[in-house]
């Protein structure tokens, strides 16, 4: 039994140039995602596609700079590292990196008081300066309640928790996060519905006087 | 260039110059690799078939830095250099589609035979004129024809054993060469003289232009037949089974045979699971 390669051949030359250009034109597509591993001008179209997302994706989730510069890296690390067992079906690669970014951001969660230092490759937090540290803040604070939201999805089981915080959270569309999660779309739009219903009881349970649930106009 | 309005010293610009680094040594090493695979890969084809190979990745950056030495100099005539390899093979660069008949003299004396026909802009041989062979490429996939289109050196062939490709891929293996130098001497075509049967020759033509502008070759020329202004020109190669008819000039259909080799491409893409970009239609044309 062989193994399986670490990296895809390359393709030629040509058409990896020609990959650059569609890519350039209508953005990183399933057809060019497996090679951004591999090719510099590839990766850079798609990160510039979609670091703003991801950012916005971990400060929802996370509330320290450091943290979310650090996790913003290792998302992309890991798409960089995975990107060539990319297959099509498995969802746009938006929904593809947003599945990265899910699985990264739940481990950090436990990963938070071990050691990680040494296992970073490439530390994101090192890149920060100051002008950067406050646009992250600003940034981080216009998050407050979507982070909020984060937390009280705590108590709801695993599964529902990951298609309510990819559809509430991060707008993806139903068919997006279904992909990103590994869901078929239908059992996805099921436990949405019952991740929405569990967590506006629990909403409502936990509100405070102060804080109305909805507002009329 | 798509370069945002800023003059981007921030987190976000400072992380993706390490990740391209990153990037940039994985193509490194898939290319490291790629190679590897092909001088390993070489014996199963030994018999019957010429040996063809394709230059992969690093054939880029080759491209880029051919531009600067354009007009051919060196040995050999103008429009093609003759290069001896210290392994002993010889590498030929066609600068320009100029003086066939020493070009195929050049090639009988590295021991393959050719007919060469280059052509004014705008023409092409009508087809069909030979059977062509079916050849497997080092790199994997079967090919019967191939069309390489650029400035310069835009076609380089390598004639050498396989043993001695190898070699240099070994070489380039080890790090005593770089990947330019690998794939300089071993040309965008490397031909085996010694897997050629009796029957078997190559057959090249071309002309000059198109422009090698990738959007030209993506949506097709928007002039019936684009003149490259850097001395490009394209050529076909092939290896023919048997005899060869001679060339007919016929006008060449718009593109010249560029829809040829976005076939190549996307049969070589579709091997690699890679989808092919479908080119857009010509806008001219009437839709049927």
């Known amino acids: ?217 | 260039m798509t370069q945002q309005q800023k003059p981007d010293d921030n987190f976000e610009e400072r992380l993706l110059t390490r990740l391209k680094a990153e990037v940039a040594e994985r193509g490194a090493e898939a290319a490291r690799l790629e190679a590897e695979e092909a001088s390993t890969a070489a014996p199963a084809w030994r018999r019957r078939a010429p040996r063809l190979a394709f230059a992969g990745g690093a054939a880029v950056a080759a491209l880029a830095t051919v531009i600067a030495i354009n007009a051919g100099s060196g040995n050999g005539s103008k429009a093609f250099a003759v290069e001896t390899q210290d392994g002993g093979g010889t590498t030929i660069k066609v600068n320009s589609p100029e003086d066939a008949p020493g070009l195929e003299a050049a090639l009988a004396e590295a021991g393959i035979r050719s007919q060469i026909t280059w052509l004014p802009a705008g023409m092409t041989c009508s087809e069909p004129r030979f059977e062509p062979s079916t050849v497997e490429a080092v790199m994997g996939g079967t090919v019967r024809g191939l069309t390489m289109a650029g400035p310069g050196t835009a076609m380089t062939i390598g004639v050498m054993t396989a043993e001695q490709y190898r070699e240099l891929s070994a070489e380039y293996r080890r790090g005593e060469i770089s990947g330019d130098e690998f794939h300089d001497a071993t040309g965008n075509v490397t031909l085996d003289p010694t897997a050629f049967g009796p029957d078997q020759s190559v057959v090249i033509s071309g002309a000059p232009g198109p422009s090698p502008d990738l959007d030209v070759i993506i949506n097709g020329p928007t002039a019936p037949y684009v003149v490259d202004p850097e001395g490009g020109y394209e050529a076909s190669f092939a290896i023919a089974e048997g005899p060869v008819g001679s060339c007919e000039p016929v006008k060449a259909p718009k593109g010249g045979s560029l829809e040829e080799m976005n076939r190549v491409i996307a049969e070589e893409a579709a091997e690699r699971g890679i989808k092919p970009i479908t080119p857009a239609p010509a806008s001219a044309e009437a839709g049927g």
């Open chain 1, 1 to 217: 039994m062989e193994p399986q390669p670490a990296l895809p051949n390359p393709p030629s030359a040509l058409s990896r140039r020609l990959s650059v250009v569609a890519a350039r034109e209508h953005g990183v597509g399933p057809e060019q995602l497996r090679l951004i591993g591999i090719d510099a001008d590839l990766f850079e179209l798609f990160y510039r596609e979609h670091v703003e997302a991801v950012q916005h994706f971990v400060v929802r989730r996370v509330g320290d700079r450091e943290r979310a510069a650090d996790l913003t890296t290792e998302i992309f690390l890991a798409a960089v590292d995975s990107a060539h067992n990319y297959r099509p079906r498995r969802g746009e690669p938006r929904s593809w990196l947003f599945g990265i970014a899910r699985a990264l951001v739940a481990n950090e969660g436990r990963q938070r008081t071990r050691q990680r230092a040494g296992e970073a490759r490439l530390r994101g937090s090192a890149l920060l300066d100051e002008d950067d540290a406050a646009r992250l803040d600003a940034r981080i604070d216009a998050a407050a309640r979507s982070r909020q939201l984060y937390q009280a999805m705590n108590r709801l089981p695993k599964s529902e928790r990951t298609i309510l915080e990819l559809v509430a959270l991060d707008e993806l569309s139903l068919k997006e996060a279904a992909a990103a999660s590994g869901m078929h779309p239908a059992t996805a739009r099921v436990r949405l519905h019952r991740a929405r219903r569990k967590l506006r009881t629990e909403l409502e349970a936990a509100a405070t006087p102060q804080t109305s649930t909805k507002e009329k106009r």
